[in-house]
């Protein structure tokens, strides 16, 4: 939708139903040019997949929540205010373009929301559900397939070790399978299930096993607003609450290039699971009702099945009992050792929320109870590092959360304990301090015993234990078209850490200038810094002393319409890393990204050179892929990427995408390591994708 040329006409706009079809985005760009940090320790693959859904299932602006508006990061307190208070004074937005009548709401604003927003007026539909289905126009059915075309290790013949003993090989074909179906409607109903089969996975009916055709298969239907019944789920789920330290699930980026409003959860409830990671998800039934306008209460209960190897060990009495070290999460099932460790573990999972939101809903407060418990023991490994992990059948956790608007400051904030008497919780504050300024403040706090298997809270740790932080952000809009970015997060870690041999700490901040001279086009400059301690490398000492280590990020990106059927997006990364008292190192990869459409034809490719002196400066990279796919692969070494990603439409009802991928090394002679090494220098993917809509 192009917005110029729009006057206060939209006045004479009849009043009835508008639905208007999500513009179309590339996500990729609109995550990378958001959210870009160069880092690892950020589940890219699920974070896409909940951005997707945002945009596959718009809100509709004329019923949305403060919750939802929050929930897309793409706007201000001041801005949520300006919009809930138009809303309340001049009643259902007539059309799309309605906002840009709204204070505060500049075009480059409104075209960033543009994707994830409707505008459908309010009329009831007293149609039967399976005729709203036949209706709905998001109906379709996705297939998939992928492979590498080198050979890998781990498919070929098997040889023999010093002991006489077969070498563990994969067990399937290097073909990736993935399949998936879904019918939905926003707030009204969703359907769906999802096939994978990884490479080197067998596609294979086997109960001894717990394989059952596709090594993976997930399922979801959901109907909402029934009565009093807001939601109810069977099947595949997840759930949002508070600020994400009891129960997470959603889009929640983190630290990043969009230093302020990712910061804040929002209470987003029960979601459907639709993504192909295997662990992380309830699997069960869920459903939430209205108690009365200010109250509601969710419930939910689950039963999975978790990977895990199985030991064994016998007590005193001669008394023999299996118990586990580790929850695998890898999903992968490809050798005879991955395949006895499927499913080993039975994960009963029994909680509930109950929320209280006031009249103007400016003010919401929830308890959250959660009940895990395992069927086989759970023992770590004895380390230092880990004295203080979960261990035991079960565990429970209990939280407050709340937040609180008043004028443009938002309060918020999530405090749990869990039955180790381990506290974990977040308190912030977001705040626009003007039109031009918004800044946040956050404090959090997780006991090295707090023990929470489903959180994803705010923080430095891929996982909410054992450590302390204060993070502050703020964002400055000097002039039209430029933005000032920036944040600095300090943190420390009370007890030890794989890798860290004591107590240790760290701080990191971030700096970025972005110049958006129209809406197609972005000229942004990036630099990180973050300092942790860690271990020294190749330290003979008898006890390993942690010492501070310092990586920085560097990034220019510019991206710009050359032609009007032709974008091209160039892009500079380069980074250093040093440990005290020893040498730098550093790592590069330029990059050109050139987009080409043309009637019903979309072609994107890449050309990338990249050297890294070693590991630590490997750079990750965004890269387009199919639909419902990411790849954010690490360019290490010396070498060069290429890629080329062709999508085109059949007709109205069927699309097809065909990608191309391959990274050349010119200094080695193999790809990669163990069961997934290449004989060659180089590593080419192909994948090729149709979809069905009905």
Aim: a positive charge.
């Amino acid at each position: 939708m192009i917005l110029t040329g729009w006057t206060s006409g939209f006045l004479s706009i009849p009043a009835q139903a508008q639905e208007y079809p999500a513009k179309e985005i590339d996500l990729d760009n609109f995550v990378n040019n958001l959210f870009a940090v160069q880092d690892e320790d950020v589940n890219y693959e699920d974070l896409y997949e909940s951005l997707f859904q945002l945009y596959a299932h718009p809100i509709n602006l004329n019923d949305a929540s403060r919750e939802e508006l929050a929930a897309l990061y793409l706007l201000s307190e001041s801005q949520i205010n300006q919009f809930l208070q138009y809303r309340a004074k001049n009643g259902d937005l007539l059309s799309i373009y309605e906002l840009q009548a709204i204070p505060e709401f500049d075009l480059t604003t409104i075209y960033r929301l543009l994707p994830f927003v409707r505008v459908k007026y309010a009329n009831t539909d007293n149609r039967t559900l399976w005729q709203r289905m036949a209706a709905t126009p998001n109906h379709y059915f996705l297939l998939r397939y992928g492979r590498i075309l080198e050979e890998q290790k781990g498919y070929t013949a098997p040889d023999t070790n010093s002991r006489g003993e077969l070498s563990s090989r994969y067990q399937g074909s290097p073909d990736r399978w993935y399949a998936r179906y879904r019918i939905s409607q926003t707030k009204d109903f969703s359907f769906g299930f999802t096939l994978e089969k990884d490479a080197g996975e067998q596609m294979v009916w086997d109960p001894a096993t717990r394989r059952y055709g596709a090594d993976f298969f997930s399922f979801h239907a959901q109907l909402q607003n029934r009565g009093r019944w807001r939601n109810l789920l069977v099947g595949d789920f997840q759930i949002q609450f508070g600020q994400g330290v009891v129960l997470s699930a959603g889009f929640a980026p983190g630290k990043g290039a969009e230093t302020v409003q990712t910061v804040r959860r929002s209470n987003l409830g029960i979601r459907p699971y639709t993504s192909v990671l295997e662990s992380g998800f309830f699997r069960g039934a869920a459903g939430t009702y209205e108690l009365s306008p200010r109250f509601h209460l969710t419930g939910f209960v689950s039963r999975t099945r978790r990977d895990a190897n199985l030991l064994s060990q016998t007590d005193s009495l001669d008394v023999t009992e299996d118990f586990i070290q580790s929850i695998q999460v890898s999903g992968f099932h490809r050798t005879p050792t991955e395949i006895r460790g499927k499913g080993n573990i039975l994960v009963q999972d029994l909680g509930g929320n109950l929320l209280y939101g006031s009249r103007n809903r400016r003010f919401q407060a929830g308890l959250t109870f959660l009940h895990t418990r395992f069927d086989t023991r759970l023992e770590r490994k004895p380390a230092p590092y880990n004295q203080f992990e979960f261990r035991g059948k079960e565990n429970a956790l209990l939280s407050f959360s709340y937040t609180y608007s008043w004028r443009n400051i938002n309060l918020f904030g999530e405090w749990a304990r869990s039955s180790s008497g381990g506290v974990g919780g977040i308190s912030g504050v977001l705040a626009s301090l003007s039109p031009q300024v918004d800044a946040t403040l956050l404090y959090r706090r997780y006991d090295r015993h707090f023990h929470s298997f489903y959180a994803n809270a705010f923080g430095e740790n891929t996982r909410s234990i054992n450590e302390h932080g204060v993070y502050w952000g703020i964002k400055v809009t000097p002039i039209r078209k430029v933005i000032v970015s920036g944040y600095y997060d300090r943190f420390s870690f009370p007890w030890l850490k794989f890798g860290v041999d004591a107590p240790s700490g760290g701080h990191e901040y971030l700096l970025r200038l972005a110049y958006r001279p129209n809406k197609t086009s972005l000229l942004y400059v990036q630099f990180r810094e973050e300092q942790k301690d860690k271990n020294q490398t190749g330290s003979t000492l008898p006890v390993d002393v942690p010492i501070p280590t310092r990586r920085r990020n560097y990034a220019l990106s510019l991206s710009y319409p050359a032609l009007k059927f032709i974008t091209l997006q160039s892009l500079l990364q380069f980074s250093d890393y040093q440990q005290q008292g020893g040498s730098m190192t550093n790592g590069l990869a330029l990059i050109q990204d050139i987009g080409v459409e043309w009637r019903r034809f979309k072609l994107s490719t890449r050309f990338a050179l990249f050297d890294t002196d070693d590991y630590n400066n490997r750079q990750y990279v965004y890269e387009k892929d199919v639909l419902y796919s990411f790849s954010i692969p690490a360019y290490y070494n010396r070498g060069f990427r290429n890629y080329f990603l062709l999508q085109f439409r059949i007709n109205r009802q069927v699309d097809c995408w065909l990608r191309w991928a391959q990274t050349s090394l010119r200094d080695s002679d193999a790809f990669g390591s163990g069961l997934e090494q290449i004989n060659a220098p180089q590593k080419t993917d192909i994948r090729c994708q149709i979809r069905y809509q009905f």
